[in-house]
């Protein structure tokens, strides 16, 4: 995942390539590293950290910024080159296939475990942000951003003496932040009230990049479905099984309770409908919450995603920093300094102080101190502990590309959900077939 998306920089702004380096170039007094990512809030604070750095060390950091609709293409435009402009770039999860299979991105395997005690690194943000391939043990990229999917609810109506007698009324327990899906559902159909312009529940459906996908693979894994055998690359009769079927048709189903336009809502439309007044209940990312709490204040909470049954799992989100192949080994010994000076604990303690500035530091996700600092850290550090990721192959994004269309034809009512994800299998596997990972 992935928060490649184009407004949310908007709105927390409001508060089979060469693997070798590039032939060194002339020594200069100067030293100074090129870090590129995607124009945001985190990346406000990335410089900050980067100025203290320089104080300590002489060596000058410059964050460059893009927009996120933009980024994806430019980096590995860039990568085409003899020589990249940027010593590190903060990838998505869903590119380390790529940088690690073309040889963009640098082998860290025998020095991040030098740079960092490994058993600091939350498990899940190594696995899904580091490592390639998954279970491997080998490092493309160090964990610099983390994220997942939660949900932020409007807690001045929850907590409303008049709302929460009318819903003990109709459905005889307590209105409360929904455990399940289940609940999710009750609460709501109990907010939707298309005379009075309120909705229960905006959901992350967008067509554009991956917003359905990310939303989706949420009720998906809840249903005890999967994208398909890892190893294998198998997908007919994993992503279109029965789980997987009721999930979409779960999800389908909730589209009756979501604001106009439910039925395609990404990162920014999610956020505008919860903060416009509009829903009760919004998926979308972590990042987006400093933004929330800063506007509401106490009228909004947040919760992690719900249960179905005994399983609770939700969308990985972040990024990593990953050295580039294509720049002098003096440069990624430079960038290489800055990210294992990033990694320390007392660093990562200013970090999470920045607006989004989410770590992997188990020591600090596990602390009183970070739980109580913000009213959404205590769910982000327990949603952490819940994450997945989409397929992080080279292909990815020919796979992305296809889950976004069937999905979105379940949705839109143009195939029943079993048609949907027995065309995504169908389309997963012939991109699997063609680069001759199918077995």
Request: glycine content about 10%; aromatic content about 14%; overall charge negative.
């Amino acid at each position: 995942m992935k928060t490649a998306f184009s407004l949310l920089g908007v709105v927390l702004l409001l508060f089979g390539l060469s693997g070798c380096a590039t032939e060194e170039p002339q020594e200069s007094g100067e030293k100074s590293i090129t870090i590129w990512w995607a124009q945001w809030a985190p990346a406000d604070g990335l410089q900050e950290l980067g100025k203290v750095f320089q104080k300590e060390t002489g060596i000058e950091v410059v964050v460059h910024q893009i927009p996120w609709s933009s980024y994806q293409d430019q980096v590995f435009l860039n990568f085409g080159n003899n020589q990249t402009d940027f010593d590190i770039v903060v990838g998505d999860s869903q590119w380390i296939g790529r940088g690690a299979t073309k040889r963009l991105f640098l082998d860290l395997t025998d020095w991040l475990p030098e740079a960092v005690d490994i058993g600091t690194i939350h498990p899940r943000a190594l696995r899904y942000l580091c490592e390639y391939p998954g279970g491997s043990g080998r490092y493309f990229a160090a964990p610099c951003e983390t994220d997942a999917v939660g949900f932020a609810y409007r807690k001045d109506w929850f907590e409303d003496a008049a709302e929460m007698a009318a819903f003990q009324e109709k459905y005889g327990r307590q209105l409360a932040v929904p455990e399940t899906w289940a609940e999710f559902k009750e609460v709501a159909e109990f907010f939707t009230r298309p005379e009075e312009k309120v909705y229960g529940c905006a959901l992350l459906t967008g067509r554009g990049y991956d917003s359905l996908t990310m939303g989706y693979q949420v009720l998906m894994w809840g249903w005890g479905g999967s994208w398909g055998d890892e190893e294998k690359h198998r997908v007919d009769g994993y992503a279109n099984a029965e789980g997987p079927v009721q999930a979409l048709q779960f999800m389908k189903d909730l589209m009756a309770l979501a604001p106009p336009g439910g039925t395609n809502i990404d990162y920014g439309k999610s956020l505008d409908a919860f903060m416009s007044g509009s829903t009760a209940m919004s998926m979308n990312y972590f990042a987006f919450y400093p933004g929330i709490a800063a506007e509401m204040g106490d009228k909004a909470g947040f919760f992690k995603a719900p249960a179905h049954g005994q399983t609770r799992v939700t969308s990985l989100g972040g990024q990593g920093f990953s050295i580039s192949t294509k720049v002098s080994s003096r440069q990624q010994e430079l960038a290489k300094q800055f990210i294992a000076w990033f990694l320390q604990e007392k660093i990562q303690r200013q970090w999470v102080q920045k607006p989004a500035g989410f770590t992997a530091n188990t020591s600090i996700l596990s602390s009183a101190e970070f739980a109580g600092a913000t009213a959404y850290n205590r769910q982000f550090a327990e949603s952490m502990d819940l994450v997945r990721d989409f397929w992080n192959v080279p292909v990815y994004n020919e796979l992305l590309s296809v889950a976004q269309r069937h999905l979105g034809e379940a949705l839109d009512g143009r195939r029943s959900p079993k048609e949907a994800l027995d065309a995504l299998a169908a389309g997963h596997e012939q991109v699997f077939r063609r680069v001759f990972l199918l077995q």
